[in-house]
């Protein structure tokens, strides 16, 4: 059982910068890749980036290409979403996600209903 939690998020004017934090409880984090998702109102829970076990492997969405960069720390078990230049449309509630590694699969995958566990979201509200 891994249980996540989210902090950080929270009100910012665009071209601004947050950074997420998510806390991982456990003792095999290195076992799962790591997701930051998120979901604004009225639309679907996308997978904006993800980061292996290891932490050698990096997944970005074209939207956050540049501006976000994923990050893990091993030894702290926690994982880290350091979001630059937001705009407008990054508003919204962002989710900590971690997928256990299984032998034959891609380490990561985009369908949020095939991860294992979730937090519990922080919202990130970007002004214009």
């Known amino acids: 059982q891994v249980q996540l939690v989210e902090s950080g998020g929270g009100l910012v004017q665009a071209g601004g910068s947050l950074r997420l934090s998510c806390a991982a409880s456990g003792r095999t984090f290195s076992l799962y890749a790591m997701g930051w998702f998120r979901q604004a109102p009225g639309k679907e829970r996308n997978l904006v980036a993800a980061i292996s076990g290891s932490g050698g492997r990096t997944y970005y969405a074209d939207s956050v290409k540049g501006r976000f960069t994923i990050s893990r720390d091993n030894v702290k078990n926690t994982v880290n979403l350091q979001m630059n230049s937001l705009k407008p449309e990054d508003t919204a509630v962002y989710y900590c996600?971690?997928?256990?590694?299984?032998?034959?699969?891609?380490?990561?995958?985009?369908?949020?209903?095939?991860?294992?566990?979730w937090g519990q979201g922080t919202q990130v509200t970007v002004s214009s």
């Open positions: 996600a971690a997928l256990r590694l299984r032998d034959g699969s891609r380490w990561y995958t985009p369908t949020p209903a095939a991860w294992d566990y």
